[in-house]
């Protein structure tokens, strides 16, 4: 039974029919925060199951349903769950591992995170805690720093005390490399270190003017959600970032930088990533360069690849299919949902491909990807949770 509440924070349902599976109550969106509806319904969705937000002939989302009654970011996050064509059971996924399988080793990192919040928890309340996750998921930064921002208040960064409390380092070894003068956790290195302290009297956020009080980064980020505007809790992340990114590099033998040029780069970066995000289309990156080859007699190839487009938050989809000659045989494109990673538009484009690939009458196949992991998915006999 002790292991029950790491087993919880771990798991997450995967969509099949939705039937086993309640809207309001149950944990069934894998890339949201809390994996959970975060925002009020427009009806009361309590007695719901996801099962009553799936046309289950076509076996498509009822988007306009789901739009109407559901907050945008939530509509949104349920509408990116792709759908099987078949009628399957809904499943329990591991969260923590590609393959929805679950292992000792992320079990032992999720059990030590629940096991170092606790405390916090019961103090501070939910309520708090989940604020403070919807600020940083609607953050408009890059998801490098999205995620800085999770491990941050996870406190999962490897300071010197993280490192020591982990025994790869000894208990005396775990003074702030930077000022060598206090132990090294998050706090101290983004907030107490003098060094730290120099850059943000130069920021525009000026912290060492505020009456803090706080103890570590989720409560000072927690106050500063509600104190700051929005793009000042973005820039405050970013810089950071840019902080921790500085001391990593001063570990390593890199150059110290001054803090006017650790500050002016923090903004740079953002308003270059908020320029991109208005006016760029970013494609895929491709997983590895290959030469290509046409397939062997008697078989055909099949090509396959996605794109998201940032600025109408959607993906494209698009296959060939080539003879021994190299000459195409039927080809293919389509818009595709709103997708969350490109390992998800990817593995989406892969079952549109190979349906195409059935409709149009080709079955003795060679299919060739670009994404490694989808690949090896697809090629691998064992069952695949995710």
Known sequence: MAALPILKAGCCWHVGEGSSIKV??????????????????????????????????MHWWRRELITTIFHREDAEAICQIPLSHRRVADSIIWLHARSGGYSIKTGYHVARRVLKHEDWAESSGRSDMQKVWQALWRLKVPNRIKIFGWRLCHGILPTWVNLARRRIIRECENVCPTCAQFSETEFHVLREC?????????????????????????????????????????????????????RNSVMHGGSVKEPSWLNRRAVEYLEEFK???????????????????????????LNF???????????GFGAVIWNEQGKVMAAMAAKGPPVSSSEEAETLVCRKALEFAVDVGFSELVV?????NVMRAVSSSSMNLS
């Open 24 to 57: 309001q109550a149950d944990k069934w969106l894998p890339n949201h925060p809390t994996n959970k509806i975060l925002h009020s319904a427009n009806e009361d969705v309590e007695d719901w199951l996801v099962s009553d937000l799936i046309d289950l002939e």
């Open 194 to 246: 003098l060094v730290a302290q120099d850059i943000w009297a130069r920021s525009r956020i000026k912290l060492q003017k505020c009456h803090l009080g706080q103890q570590d980064m989720i409560q000072l980020i927690h106050y500063l959600l509600n104190r700051l505007d929005i793009e000042d809790v973005e820039l405050f992340l970013v810089q950071a970032w840019v902080v921790w990114n500085k």
């Open 275 to 301: 320029q991109a995000q208005e006016h760029l289309t970013i494609p895929m990156r491709q997983a590895e360069e290959n030469v290509w080859r046409p397939p062997p007699h008697p078989f055909f190839k």
């Open 305 to 315: 690849d996605a794109a998201i487009f940032m600025e109408s938050n959607s993906s």
């Open 368 to 372: 060739e990807g670009d994404n490694v």
